[in-house]
């Protein structure tokens, strides 16, 4: 591990202008991505911010009838909920999907949306990666990419986006607060908070330098049966091939969000007017444009068949 600097900050807009006035700067709250690549020097901050100090781990009331999840509430916390648990049931189900006990005991609300892709090449600094040195090379296409993305891909990059919480909060369309340097505040829908990779895969969120993620707010419940379903190769402690989250009303429409499949949570709002026809009809348009590889393509069929079992799940 390369030698680094470090600082607690002592408030949101304080550690925004931390990041802004040192190149190089990183966030530090659980750390269980960014230790990990620090570790193998794909990350080689040399300031680290921490933020553990900053009240922003309460889960509030807001006066529209949602939720303001503060940045640093735990994954465990969030997911035993009790509000969560009873309105936003995706959200605990896509939580206690992922990982470990011990890592949603230690990871963050915000860490959870800004965690790193597990593409194998990224991993590996031996291999070329636009992810990790811009420019260099996409070692995943032509590779074995079993694992990476099937639609939303580009010629410089094929990773996925390897998160659960995302995926839920894609559905319920949640609104990431932030705030910037200059002290500002803004507000960004979740829908354009990640990124496809396009020609610079290693800009993956809609972030400024040195904008501080403060809080995710959920809007009023939406109802409906709930379901997160995740398609892995094991049990436990597994990425998701596919996953499926959805919000599924008494009349048939649905809220769909998949992961396991894009640079980001992927969901087609236009597509959802399909899923009272079936789940074939909804995926075929749900992944209309998909360009699986030869060792990914049964993850468009995954997606039709996940699908079909969570609408069927719900009219159970």
């Given at each position: 591990m390369k030698p680094f600097t470090y600082e607690r900050a002592r408030s949101p807009a304080e550690a925004a202008a931390a990041a802004a006035r040192t190149p190089g700067a990183k966030f530090i709250a659980g750390g269980t991505n960014l230790l990990d690549?620090?570790?193998?020097?794909?990350e080689t901050p040399g300031h680290l911010i921490d933020v553990n100090g900053l009240a922003l781990d309460k889960i509030e009331a807001t006066a529209e009838g949602g939720l303001r999840i503060g940045a640093l509430v735990r994954n465990t916390d969030l997911a035993a909920d009790e509000r969560v648990r009873r309105d936003y049931g995706v959200l605990s189900r896509a939580?206690?999907?992922?990982?470990?006990?011990?890592?949603?005991?230690?990871?963050t609300t915000g860490g959870n949306l800004l965690q790193r892709t597990r593409c194998p090449y990224f991993y590996d600094t031996n291999q070329p990666c636009n992810k990790r040195q811009p420019g260099s090379g996409c070692?995943?296409?032509g590779g074995y990419s079993r694992q990476l993305a099937v639609i939303g891909s580009s010629e410089a990059c094929i990773a996925t986006h390897p998160g659960d919480m995302s995926i839920a909060m894609r559905a319920l369309d949640a609104v990431v607060e932030t705030v910037k340097p200059d002290g500002t505040a803004r507000a960004i829908p979740i829908a354009e908070f990640h990124r496809l990779p396009g020609d610079t895969p290693q800009i993956e969120t809609a972030l400024e330098q040195g904008e501080f993620i403060t809080a995710v707010v959920l809007p009023k419940p939406a109802g409906g049966t709930h379901i997160y379903r995740k398609v892995r190769d094991r049990a436990s402690y597994a990425y998701a091939l596919v996953s499926v989250a959805a919000i599924v009303q008494r009349d048939g429409t649905a809220r769909v969000a998949i992961g396991g499949v894009a640079h980001k949570p992927w969901r087609v709002e236009a597509a959802e007017a399909e899923i009272p026809r079936g789940a074939k009809a909804a995926a075929a348009?749900?992944?209309?444009?998909?360009?699986?590889?030869h060792d990914n393509a049964f993850k468009v069929t995954l997606v039709e068949r996940t699908l079909g079992a969570v609408l069927a799940e719900a009219r159970s």
């Open positions: 690549l620090m570790k193998l020097q794909i939580l206690l999907a992922g990982a470990s006990g011990q890592l949603r005991n230690k990871a070692a995943a296409i348009a749900i992944m209309a444009g998909a360009r699986p590889t």
